[in-house]
C-alpha cells in the first residue's frame, strides 16, 4: 500500500471527516458571533455607558514617533474576544447538553426483550401438541 493510499484511507475514516466539518462550521459560528457581538450586542452596551466603543478602547504605552506607531494596549478589543468567547461557550454547552439529555432518552428506552432461541420454541410448540 503507498503512502497516498494510505493518507486517502486516513482521510475518509468517518472520525476525520466530521472533525473536518466540526471545525469548518466552528469558524462560520465563530465569524456569526463576532459579527454579532461587534455589531447588535456592544453598541448598545457602549451606548448605555455613555457612548463608548470598546473597539477603540486603548491605553497609549508609547506615543507614535516619527515612523513607528504607536504602542496601544487595546484593552477594549480584550473585552469584546471575552464577550464573544462566553457566547460561543454558553452556545456548545447548549448544544453538549441537548445531545446528552438525547442520548440518556435512548438509554432510558428498554430494549425489547429478546427473541426465543430456536430450541425453546421448538419446546413451546412440542408442549402446545401435548396440551391439544
Given at each position: 500500500?503507498g503512502?497516498?493510499?494510505e493518507?486517502k484511507?486516513?482521510?475518509?475514516?468517518?472520525n476525520?471527516?466530521?472533525?473536518?466539518?466540526?471545525?469548518v462550521?466552528?469558524?462560520?459560528?465563530g465569524?456569526?458571533v463576532?459579527?454579532?457581538?461587534g455589531?447588535?450586542l456592544?453598541?448598545?452596551i457602549?451606548?448605555?455607558?455613555?457612548g463608548?466603543n470598546?473597539t477603540g478602547?486603548?491605553?497609549t504605552?508609547?506615543?507614535a514617533e516619527?515612523d513607528?506607531p504607536a504602542?496601544?494596549?487595546?484593552?477594549?478589543?480584550?473585552?469584546?474576544?471575552?464577550?464573544d468567547?462566553?457566547?460561543?461557550?454558553f452556545?456548545?454547552f447548549?448544544?453538549?447538553?441537548?445531545?446528552?439529555a438525547?442520548?440518556?432518552?435512548?438509554e432510558a428506552?428498554?430494549?425489547?426483550p429478546?427473541?426465543?432461541?430456536?430450541e425453546v420454541v421448538?419446546?413451546?410448540?412440542?408442549?402446545d401438541?401435548?396440551?391439544?
Amino acid at each position: 500500500m503507498g503512502l497516498l493510499d494510505e493518507f486517502k484511507q486516513f482521510a475518509m475514516r468517518g472520525n476525520v471527516v466530521d472533525l473536518a466539518v466540526g471545525v469548518v462550521i466552528g469558524g462560520a459560528f465563530g465569524k456569526i458571533v463576532t459579527s454579532f457581538v461587534g455589531d447588535v450586542l456592544m453598541p448598545p452596551i457602549g451606548m448605555l455607558l455613555g457612548g463608548v466603543n470598546f473597539t477603540g478602547l486603548a491605553v497609549t504605552l508609547r506615543a507614535a514617533e516619527g515612523d513607528t506607531p504607536a504602542v496601544l494596549w487595546r484593552y477594549g478589543a480584550f473585552v469584546q474576544s471575552v464577550v464573544d468567547f462566553t457566547i460561543i461557550a454558553f452556545a456548545i454547552f447548549l448544544v453538549v447538553k441537548a445531545m446528552n439529555a438525547m442520548q440518556k432518552k435512548q438509554e432510558a428506552a428498554p430494549a425489547p426483550p429478546p427473541a426465543p432461541s430456536a430450541e425453546v420454541v421448538l419446546l413451546t410448540e412440542i408442549r402446545d401438541s401435548l396440551r391439544r
